[in-house]
């Protein structure tokens, strides 16, 4: 019986400016999946119905997540696989990364991204309609993965831009059109911790959905790391286009040298880099991001009553900046819309669905080996889009990212309990998780199941929006 492979720990970037920069590829995906969502709809709605005082609920979801994803971190940058290929060793083994398929399908399939970018280019042209609108979207998505090099080196591309130009774009029109009252109330908001109350009118759905916020980052963010090449991670290989040849993945955990200290210490360097960047990238320009969103509802959504409903809720920021610097503002706040909602749509096929399905199939040794990953990747890849040409006809977008947001509550709850079992039993004992993290993913469980009940309890209310 042959030794198994040791692996050469890769030089971690450092924790400077530079080496924060350069992780940033994997923190501006989940970035730009959370703003696509609960930032650009929930909101400045909330806002605009009198609700920012159930702001502070996101320092919960928010808290849980990144406790969650710098564990998923470090499991990966450790053994070089994906968090779902790791679920295969969890009793009942071998089922779990199968149960990920419907669990991931029908928590971030619903295609709120394709509907919302569609009802703005409806606005702009008003040629065709938002089903038309919406195909013309999923194809330039599918296209995007069929001609990319590396499908992930594409949308990380597609990311950075867009949370750059978000980021900015949302300091500015808020310096311009917040006023101190404004942001004396979303602060209290965000700080008052229910000592206010329950809002009037606000449904009980929205306040569920607000706690799945900031989403975008989980368990998914496993694969994006393996992609940018962390720790471990620089062993496994990429997800290529149809047009160039393919690359194993890797689904087994690799090893490193236990014993030299110097390899110990560079991966504690790529563990302190996910944390870090977990917790800068991620968490604090997400509640920064919350704060601008909610600022913008309430200083003139709020003040000049407007309410929108159905196909309007997605277009509420380009309705802000119409308000403030007439039409032909309102027709270029409709196009930055475009981009972070189709910048949210692009990696739900390939992450939520697509790698997730891939895994499954991986991890199964009678099918294993037989077709490259990228074979049932691209299959599965290209029949989810065929599907949504279905899926975006049978909602507006605010209720399909509503059933988002009840799958990122289950999902974190879920993936807590997972990587609660895993890091405890299956990482070196050194690497383990501290009684802080362990008490925070039980407080993460238990949160999922009550913040599931709250959106149940108040589905009946929010079915009209």
Same mark, same amino acid.
């Given at each position: ?47 605009? *119905?009198?609700?920012? @005082? ?8 928010? !808290? /849980?997540?990144? =406790?969650? %994803? $710098? ?17 295969k060793d969890i009793p009942p083994r071998g089922w779990w990364p199968w149960l990920w398929i419907p669990i991931a399908a029908f928590g971030s399939w619903w295609p709120f991204g394709v ?28 296209? *995007?993965?069929?001609? @990319? ?8 591309? !597609? /990311?950075?831009? =867009?949370? %750059? $130009? ?24 965000f700080l008052n911790f229910g000592l206010d109350g329950w809002p009037k009118g606000v449904p009980l759905t929205t306040a569920a959905s607000l706690y799945s916020q900031p989403g975008g ?21 990429? *997800? ?169 509550i289950y999902m974190r709850g879920i993936g807590s309990a997972l990587i609660l079992y895993a890091n405890n039993r299956f990482l070196p004992k050194e690497f383990r998780p501290s009684r ?30």
């Amino acid at each position: 019986m042959s030794e198994k492979k040791i692996f050469k720990v890769p030089d971690p970037y450092p924790i400077t400016i530079a080496g924060m920069l350069a992780a940033l590829g994997p923190m501006a995906i989940s970035f730009g999946i959370s703003v696509g969502g609960g930032e650009a709809q929930l909101m400045p709605w909330l806002s605009a *119905v009198g609700g920012h @005082s159930i702001a502070w609920l996101m320092w919960l979801g928010g !808290i /849980f997540e990144a =406790v969650l %994803v $710098v564990e998923v971190i470090k499991y990966t940058v450790l053994t070089g696989r994906s968090f779902f290929t790791m679920t295969k060793d969890i009793p009942p083994r071998g089922w779990w990364p199968w149960l990920w398929i419907p669990i991931a399908a029908f928590g971030s399939w619903w295609p709120f991204g394709v509907t919302g970018a569609a009802s703005a280019f409806y606005e702009i042209t008003k040629v065709g309609d938002y089903f038309l609108w919406s195909c013309a979207i999923l194809i330039f998505i599918l296209l *995007v993965y069929y001609l @990319s090099r590396y499908v992930y080196n594409a949308i990380e591309k !597609i /990311f950075m831009v =867009v949370m %750059v $130009v978000n980021f900015a774009l949302l300091v500015i029109i808020a310096a311009l059109v917040a006023r101190p009252e404004d942001h004396l109330a979303i602060l209290r908001g965000f700080l008052n911790f229910g000592l206010d109350g329950w809002p009037k009118g606000v449904p009980l759905t929205t306040a569920a959905s607000l706690y799945s916020q900031p989403g975008g980052a989980m368990m998914f963010i496993s694969f994006w790391i393996l992609e940018s090449g962390w720790g471990l991670g620089r062993y496994s290989g990429k *997800v290529t286009s149809p047009l160039r040849p393919p690359e194993e993945i890797n689904v087994e955990p690799l090893e490193f040298d236990m014993k030299d200290p110097e390899e110990v210490k560079k991966m504690w360097g790529w563990i302190r880099l996910g944390k870090y960047s977990i917790w800068i990238w991620w968490f604090a320009m997400c509640m920064i991001s919350g704060y601008l969103y909610f600022l913008l509802g309430r200083a003139v959504l709020f003040k000049e009553g407007i309410v929108v409903t159905g196909f309007k809720v997605p277009l509420q920021i380009a309705i802000i900046i119409g308000k403030v610097w007439g039409p032909i503002m309102y027709s270029l706040g409709l196009i930055f819309i475009i981009f972070t909602l189709c910048d949210q749509a692009i990696p739900t096929y390939d992450t939520f669905i697509g790698r997730v399905c891939a895994d499954a199939i991986a991890t199964t040794p009678k099918l294993r080996g037989k077709r490259p990953y990228r074979f049932y990747y691209f299959i599965v890849v290209t029949v989810a889009i065929l599907i949504s040409f279905y899926l975006v006809t049978i909602a507006a977008p605010f209720f399909l990212w509503m059933l988002n947001a009840l799958g990122w509550i289950y999902m974190r709850g879920i993936g807590s309990a997972l990587i609660l079992y895993a890091n405890n039993r299956f990482l070196p004992k050194e690497f383990r998780p501290s009684r802080l993290v362990n008490a925070i993913l039980v407080l993460s469980i238990i949160g999922s199941v009550i913040g599931v009940v709250a959106w149940v309890l108040g589905y009946t209310a929010v079915v009209k929006l």
